[in-house]
């Protein structure tokens, strides 16, 4: 077998790898024993065919195939340990040629990370301040979210929750046909067709109107842009929205905890507040680390980038599934498919790699540890806060595959929470 070392780039070492004629043919030696005993050839038991029987019988590009899906992992782990390399993933193979066999193998290397003077970085933390405004649309979202919807005798208006039957069809194919529906009467909405909403106003209970809607071309669903809809609907029972007064004892509705409107809003305001912070907050944090990479030289495999991706993809599954809704569907519905979505989470997960790396190298050269101590607290924290289940989850937690993920993720936080203090106390120091 002979070696050469073409180039390293990226955090990836590049070899050419041609195998000995000898080494290939015991290969090859080693699969007829393994496949003469599972493929039947006429006129031999199993296991009975001479090598040159079984080559004519199944081709010896089958049997070569075999070989070197045999050979090369093999070869080309003597190769990276021959060159003194240290690979992080699997080796990628490409066959270069088979007479003689010639392969090339891409192995990724640790990644490198050269930091700037993160101790000098200045970030700058936003102030929070809640407007009177804001607080006067909050509280009129609670005043909408406890309004009633009580039966009118009138002419349908905007805003009005109105129950009808329903025909329709496009082309003269079915399109909704439902009884008993229930739609809230809403300029402009969009669904089931633009101007729907319009053609119900006016009418009353018990009257029926007939009418047709085109689609415009511009619609989001392509199986309906340009098509024309005739509906008929008639009205069955009609609703209007009242809202309760704004006073002491809708106060107490919301919560017991507040015997005044004055109380209720004050809370409001500190609700607000604590949601402003949190968002500053979290808005200083990703400046804090991204003034960090934007300073620091990093060099990864894009093996890291795939990884990535497989993770992000992994956990949006997941949050699907919980939706009742499969990858698959997902897809389908988005009219995309896996790779135009992996195409999509790329620069997400360069991103991720490269503040992931700048953050452990950060965290390396701070020497900062989590102790066994550090992990249980967190344990337990989440333990506290799930609803059921939680011995199961206390259990799941302690695996020794879950226990290094904990501690890499109070690592982070603990990274970033000195680099944050770092930010502020440069900017202190200016003053």
């Known amino acids: 077998?002979?070696?050469?070392?073409?180039?390293?780039?990226?955090?990836?070492?590049?070899?050419?790898?041609?195998?000995?004629?000898?080494?290939?043919?015991?290969?090859?030696?080693?699969?007829?024993?393994?496949?003469?005993?599972?493929?039947?050839?006429?006129?031999?038991?199993?296991?009975?065919?001479?090598?040159?029987?079984?080559?004519?019988?199944?081709?010896?590009?089958?049997?070569?195939?075999?070989?070197?899906?045999?050979?090369?992992?093999?070869?080309?782990?003597e190769a990276i340990t021959e060159q003194e390399i240290e690979p992080i993933a699997q080796p990628q193979i490409e066959i270069v040629q088979t007479d003689p066999v010639v392969f090339k193998a891409t192995v990724s290397i640790k990644p490198t990370v050269e930091l700037g003077d993160y101790h000098q970085i200045r970030v700058e933390r936003q102030s929070v301040e809640v407007a009177e405004n804001d607080v006067d649309a909050a509280m009129e979202g609670l005043h909408q979210q406890y309004a009633t919807w009580e039966p009118v005798e009138r002419p349908v208006q905007?805003?009005?929750?109105?129950?009808?039957?329903?025909?329709?069809?496009?082309?003269?194919?079915?399109?909704?046909?439902k009884k008993e529906t229930q739609y809230q009467v809403i300029h402009d909405l969009p669904f089931p067709a633009p101007g729907f909403a319009e053609q119900l106003t006016g009418l009353g209970?018990?009257?029926?109107?007939?009418?047709s809607l085109q689609f415009p071309s511009d619609y989001p669903k392509d199986e309906l842009k340009g098509k024309e809809a005739s509906f008929t609907?008639?009205?069955?029972?009609?609703?209007?929205?009242?809202?309760?007064?704004?006073?002491?004892?809708?106060?107490?509705?919301?919560?017991?905890?507040?015997?005044?409107?004055?109380?209720?809003?004050?809370?409001?305001?500190?609700?607000?507040?604590?949601?402003?912070e949190e968002g500053a907050r979290v808005d200083f944090e990703e400046r804090v680390v991204q003034a960090v990479v934007d300073i620091s030289q990093?060099?990864?495999?894009?093996?890291?980038?795939?990884?990535?991706?497989?993770?992000?993809?992994?956990?949006?599954?997941?949050?699907?599934?919980?939706?009742g809704l499969k990858m698959e569907e997902?897809?389908?519905?988005?009219?995309?498919?896996?790779?135009?979505?992996?195409?999509?989470?790329?620069?997400?997960?360069?991103?991720?790699?490269?503040?992931?790396?700048?953050?452990?190298?950060?965290?390396?050269?701070?020497?900062?540890e989590v102790g066994d101590t550090e992990i249980d607290d967190e344990i337990e924290n989440i333990v506290k806060g799930a609803t059921e289940d939680k011995e199961e989850l206390r259990k799941f937690l302690e695996t020794s595959q879950t226990r290094p993920v904990i501690e890499q993720q109070l690592m982070t936080q603990k990274t970033i929470q000195r680099l944050m203090e770092m930010a502020e106390s440069q900017k202190g120091g200016d003053a």
């Not at 090859?28 to 029987?53: D, I, M, T």
């Not at 929750?161 to 909704?176: A, C, H, Q, R």
């Open 298 to 323: 990093v060099e990864f495999p894009p093996v890291l980038v795939e990884m990535e991706i497989n993770r992000l993809l992994d956990r949006q599954s997941r949050r699907l599934q919980m939706g």
């Open 205 to 211: 209970p018990g009257e029926e109107k007939r009418f």
């Open 233 to 276: 609907v008639r009205i069955t029972e009609m609703k209007e929205k009242k809202l309760p007064e704004l006073n002491d004892e809708f106060a107490g509705v919301v919560s017991p905890d507040f015997q005044t409107l004055v109380s209720l809003r004050e809370q409001v305001l500190a609700d607000l507040t604590h949601r402003a």
């Open 330 to 368: 997902y897809l389908t519905q988005a009219n995309k498919t896996e790779e135009e979505l992996r195409e999509e989470l790329h620069p997400l997960a360069v991103q991720r790699v490269t503040q992931s790396l700048v953050l452990d190298r950060v965290a390396d050269q701070e020497k900062f």
């Open 158 to 177: 905007f805003d009005d929750l109105v129950t009808f039957d329903i025909e329709s069809s496009i082309d003269g194919e079915p399109f909704i046909n």
């Open 1 to 77: 077998m002979k070696v050469t070392r073409d180039k390293t780039e990226n955090s990836q070492v590049f070899l050419t790898i041609e195998m000995d004629p000898a080494e290939v043919d015991g290969s090859l030696e080693s699969s007829y024993h393994r496949l003469v005993k599972r493929v039947s050839v006429p006129g031999f038991r199993k296991g009975k065919a001479p090598r040159a029987v079984l080559e004519r019988h199944i081709g010896r590009e089958s049997l070569l195939d075999d070989a070197l899906d045999n050979l090369l992992p093999q070869a080309c782990e």
